[in-house]
């Protein structure tokens, strides 16, 4: 797990315990990789308990790692008193999710205030080879940080 | 769980013997709640392991009942020497996915040949009471059926 | 041309004023049917200048009055001190955009202060009957606006 | 206007009839800025005829040009025997429709046989500094070219 030295460590810090708390993330075996200024990437081991009826990941797990990968990404954009939900986002699914891996890249196209809007490609990669899987393209909104109980 | 009468058996069968598949659709506590002619219905019981980070449903859940809703709507306008598969979909998130369960209502727009449009509401049930937490419309497309090994 | 007795006058024609300053309206011989609470319908002559290859009306004609309709429809839910604008939509093209006449009616899913979330259907007109050509879903934001000169 | 060089003269030439026989493409003020295998640019002065209620360029037209460097961007990629029309796209839009032009930057993301995923991006360009004003996400697909007649 690598992490690009730009991103202030603090934006980094709330990023990751944010990610921490989705229990969804653990269930799909996903785990971020490199996160940068604008950027975020999140990789999923293809759990048994995520498949579609060949065999192959399910859609809602390429969309959740792809989702999340964005919604990250414009994480490291906000101040620190906002989170962001996802207004919408849609997915072209490309090929079958099967391999070693997923990986989603997600990335911020247009930072804005109110808006968000964002990018992830999902490959799937095994060995030294990826294939892509799918492409998001969707709008963040910030919301108020929930004050900690 | 109830089913539309007006179906046909051999295609509710097949239906429900792809949902029984998707190893996702038990990870996420989901099961088909009613099935008729291009109409498809799936609860979730938001399984503790399916949060975002506020600990509401993930966005990932409330898409993949949807985008599953969507798609057994489509298999039953198909022939039965095909299955489908998601070619794009895209959600709208209204509300956050919080309630007794989630219930997506998916629907055959058009059917085509080709292409099969669909489209899903994503209810949030507390109790008497139903709130919209997601729409999603999207295109299924259909695929040979895997001869059985 | 009708309108739904429902409608405040003062929105009314709030919403008739933008729609003329819309030249892309005119150009496109479309004109708006009727006005709601959350509803607007708008209908085009399918102009000769809006063609796309095959003489079928334009993939830009039909998202043109379908994002209007839907925008509009936004618009009469607004407070007289704000716009809209379209932030992200949706189209799927379900059949040839040919016949009399095209019709989009756009109507408001789930109004917000911040995200207004849209949906239109766009039909082909042939005499008495009518397919559907369209759909979109998509998403208005409000802008102030801006001040008379 | 350049062509790349790459591109097969028989697709250049069909392109570019294809386009000449858009009719909306000439009311757009649009014309072709560059071909090549899966690429396509489109331009357009953003004529009087094609502005929303602000004064800025339209949706419509934004989206027009988008689309169609998408789809012509797919086309360079299809066999003689065949046309493209656009399944689905959708659009997000970034910022006012305003400057000397826009600029239409289409692609092919993944070719397919039934299905070719494209994206495009829009570009406000004022002098020597352009500005993003919209991407697409979307679905092209083949259809058989109708004979000459």
Known sequence: MTSDTQLDPTIESRVRASFAKQSMMRTLGAEIMTLGEGRCSIRSSIPPGARQQ???????????????????AALTCMGLDSEVVTSEIKINLLAPATGDYLLAEGRVIRPGRRLITVQSEVWAVTGDTRRQVAVLLGTMVPVPLTPPE
Do not use: K
């Not at 060949?54 to 990250?72: C, E, N, P, V």
């Open 54 to 72: 060949q065999g192959f990941g399910h859609a809602g797990l390429t969309f959740s790692i792809g989702d999340s990968a964005a919604g990250y």
